[in-house]
């Protein structure tokens, strides 16, 4: 089966191609398909991830997979949240992400730095689908005070896994593909995958 991902983002590509790898699912990139990205006007994680999947679908006519992530932190009020991508103005600026969650938590103590990943993985059989299948995952940490590691991408150095003692930019990709947000999505969602067959 020959699914459109609705992003042009090659992490989250190469992430989700490997956790689908025995799914019998071909992702194809929206990018190779000539797909724009959409502007993301959605109040909410799923409301974002149903606008990007609706519009891969209509323009390519195929099935669309789309999600939608962020990092919420708690003494942040749960920001950066929705604008996790662009939270210090340009869309994609990991590095200066960074910067202002870390300038914004400057002085805050490792007891109060609590924060999670979370995404929402929409897969529609066709842009008009009126049941769409939504899988979410969170996981759970705290942000570091400086960047640890340098694997991963986005926030992924400076969050710190808590049951495993290791930053998301230090975990191995083996565990990683077990315990992050994306993956848990991912496994919510391919539980649900004979809904798409059937």
Known sequence: MRLVLASSNAGKLAELRDLL???GIELVAQTDLGVEDIEETGSTFVENALLKARHAAAVTG?????????????ALGGAPGLYSARYAGRHGDAQANIDKLLGALHGVPDEQRSAHFYAVIVLLRHAGDPRPIIAEGVWNGRILHARQGDRGFGYQPVFFDTEYGVSAGEIEDELKNRVSHRARALAALRARLPELRG
Do not use: E, H, M
Request: proline share 6%; charged share 25%; glycine share 12%.
């Open 62 to 74: 195929l099935p669309a997979l789309a999600d939608d992530s962020g990092i919420c932190v708690d």
């Open 21 to 23: 790898g025995d799914t």
